[in-house]
């Protein structure tokens, strides 16, 4: 019988959506946003700031974020693994 650790190597601990998924909705709020601030619509500064600082800047990290998960996806489930074993269960 193989140990627990040797049956969990092989399986992925979190499978990723495909990639244009998990953009879509930061990149989407990237992208409109910008245009109504190019847009020249929004007169107030105020506004022009708090939508650049709540939408802008989030979404930019979460972006950020999401190709940073793929890029090192396959060594995060190593890592994982690796911690896994060494936990006292």
Partial sequence: ????????????LFDLPPLGI???LPVGVLILTTLVL?????RQPLL?????VALLLPA???TLVVIGLYALGGH???FWM???QRLPV
Avoid: E, Y
Wanted: glycine share 6%; charged share 10%.
């Fill in 76 to 78: 995060l489930n190593q």
């Fill in 38 to 42: 190019w847009s020249g619509r929004i």
């Fill in 22 to 24: 998990s953009l879509a």
């Fill in 60 to 62: 930019v990290n979460l």
């Fill in 48 to 52: 022009a700031n708090g939508l650049c």
């Fill in 1 to 12: 019988m193989a140990p627990i650790h040797f049956k969990l190597l092989f399986t992925p």
């Fill in 82 to 84: 690796d911690l896994a």
